[in-house]
């Protein structure tokens, strides 16, 4: 009766010593958040949105910048520095986002799609720059560059295989 005893107390510390071990692997993994899943289209236009909204608000400030220092908001020889500074936070910030989410290729849809994005407005938005209606058309445009990065990504994937 004994040996039953220690039999059926083995499993039942086998068991919870193995559930002490998925906890500490999950509590392991930084930088990863329990939440339902989501559609990664939602996921991809969501962060394509935020995107655009940094890139506004980062252009922005840089106005400001330019304007308190040089009063105009024009940054001559340092606006093409800027810029080049503002598109690659941006990807930095899509991408720790991507990450942080489990994406896939979550370095390489941000640059596409944030590339995409500022070709995009400097082919064809170039002289609308100032007008209000902007604030709504770049992150729009980002959230859809996002989704034709994250597309052309998988194309590229299903090429490599």
Not at 72 to 87: H, M
Not at 91 to 102: E, I, K, Q, Y
Not at 124 to 149: C, M, Q, R, Y
Request: glycine residues 8%; negative net charge; proline residues 7%.
């Amino acid at each position: 009766m004994s040996q039953e005893d220690d039999g059926d107390r083995m499993p039942d510390d086998l068991e919870a010593a193995l559930e002490a071990a998925d906890d500490e692997a999950e509590e392991a993994r930084p930088g990863r958040y329990d939440a339902p899943p989501l559609p990664p289209g939602l996921i991809l236009a969501v962060v394509g949105l935020l995107c655009g909204f940094a890139t506004i608000a980062l252009v922005w400030l840089s106005e400001r910048g330019c304007e308190r220092f040089r009063d105009t908001t024009n940054c001559g020889a340092l606006g093409l520095p800027l810029l080049i500074v503002i598109v690659v936070v941006t990807m930095v910030l899509g991408g720790t986002a991507l990450s942080r989410l489990a994406m896939p290729h979550p370095k390489l849809i941000p640059f596409l799609g944030v590339a995409f994005m500022v070709a995009l407005v400097v082919a064809f938005l170039t002289g609308h720059l100032d007008s209000p209606w902007i604030l709504a058309v770049v992150p729009v445009l980002t959230a859809v560059t996002f989704l034709l990065a994250n597309l052309l990504a998988r194309l590229l994937e299903r090429a490599d295989a």
